[in-house]
């Protein structure tokens, strides 16, 4: 069972009314709620791919090397 915990948090008038216009539910604390994991979820994601990306440039000497060996092989074929 998730436990809540009561927060207040500061919101600008602007974005209450952007708020008012898309929340169709009239929670707004589960919308806040839906929309802080949608926006952690990407933040995670982008991480993960900085991550890969680090990983995929680190090798990319042999990683092309290893492309171009196997072209050369199958131009044998």
């Not at 998730?2 to 604390?29: D, G, M, P, Y």
């Not at 839906?34 to 991550?51: C, D, F, G, P, V």
Request: glycine letters at 0%; aromatic letters at 6%.
């Amino acid at each position: 069972m998730i436990t809540k915990t009561k927060k207040s948090v500061s919101l600008s008038n602007v974005l209450l009314r952007k708020l008012a216009v898309h929340n169709q539910e009239r929670n707004i604390s589960q919308f806040v709620e839906t929309a802080l994991i949608y926006y952690i979820n990407e933040l995670e994601k982008q991480k993960r791919a900085q991550r890969d990306k680090k990983i995929i440039n680190a090798n990319a000497k042999r990683f092309n090397k290893q492309a171009e060996e196997n072209l050369q092989f199958q131009a044998l074929i």
